[in-house]
């Protein structure tokens, strides 16, 4: 009866500094992560900071885009008008067609 109750001490023991061993690791490592999230925040953080004089940028280059997108339209809208004007000449003239 004596050795069981010894068996059952060491079992308990090694129980509980497994135990020990185990959460101490599990809170070594959510230690770590913690502090790699905490230098991830900061960079947020100066990121933020470092592109906010951006946002007046991008709409000033957005506004004059909206400009350049019309223009465009314009010109292709102008390059059809010569395109079906130089395909009436082409025909007029017979260039083009196969043989």
Wanted: hydrophobic share 55%.
């Amino acid at each position: 009866m004596r050795l069981l109750t010894w068996l059952t001490v060491i079992y308990a023991v090694v129980l509980v500094l497994a135990l020990a061993v185990s959460l101490i690791t599990i809170f070594y490592y959510l230690w770590r992560i913690g502090s790699a999230l905490a230098e991830v925040k900061s960079g947020l953080i100066q990121a933020r900071e470092n592109t906010a004089p951006l946002e007046g940028h991008l709409e000033f280059i957005n506004g004059g885009l909206v400009g350049v997108g019309d223009g465009l339209q314009s010109v292709d809208g102008h390059l059809a008008g010569v395109n079906e004007s130089l395909e009436a000449v082409a025909a007029h003239l017979g260039v083009g067609e196969t043989v």
